[in-house]
């Protein structure tokens, strides 16, 4: 993450090529679905009482999440600064369930708006650096020929 939000020299930038076969690529995925499923999993075991409901939604959620990992990776790839806003929201979230499990109530709307500023705050961004590297790079494609 620090190589693609900070480092813009590729001469300085470390080399970190590794070789992803299709099939280290298909267990992560799906060693994460079934992580991820598992918070689902205790969940729906304090919502419903009937055994094929889960089963259900955990199968429905899986297939969900291998639809939708490829666009959201390409996503990811093409913007990196989401992936840094998604881990700061994790930390957000992670300190307010420490803080609770500490009888310390933080107002869910204060957390809900911070996140909304912040991600807010990175669309415009994502929206307005875009145009104007691609404005750099065809001015510059121009002063080449």
């Given at each position: 993450m620090y190589h693609k939000a900070e480092l813009?020299?590729?001469?300085?930038a470390?080399?970190?090529?590794?070789?992803?076969?299709?099939?280290?690529?298909?267990?992560?995925?799906?060693?994460?679905?079934?992580?991820?499923?598992?918070d689902s999993i205790i969940t729906a075991?304090?919502?419903?009482?009937?055994l094929w409901v889960m089963y259900t939604a955990v199968i429905v959620t899986v297939g969900i999440m291998l639809v939708a990992s490829k666009p959201i990776s390409s996503f990811i790839s093409q913007h990196p600064s989401?992936?840094?806003?998604?881990?700061?929201?994790?930390?957000?979230?992670?300190?307010?369930?420490?803080?609770?499990?500490?009888?310390?109530?933080?107002?869910?709307?204060?957390?809900?708006?911070s996140?909304?500023?912040?991600?807010?705050?990175?669309?415009?961004?994502?929206?307005t650096v875009r145009p104007a590297v691609r404005d750099v790079a065809s001015s510059e494609r121009k002063q080449n020929a």
């Open positions: 813009n020299d590729d001469a300085n470390p080399n970190l090529t590794t070789k992803v076969t299709f099939r280290d690529s298909l267990i992560q995925v799906l060693i994460l679905d079934m992580v991820f499923s598992i075991v304090g919502m419903v009482d009937q989401f992936k840094i806003l998604a881990l700061c929201f994790l930390l957000i979230i992670g300190m307010s369930l420490v803080a609770e499990g500490l009888h310390f109530e933080i107002p869910k709307g204060y957390i809900y708006f996140m909304a500023f912040a991600f807010l705050v990175d669309v415009i961004q994502m929206r």
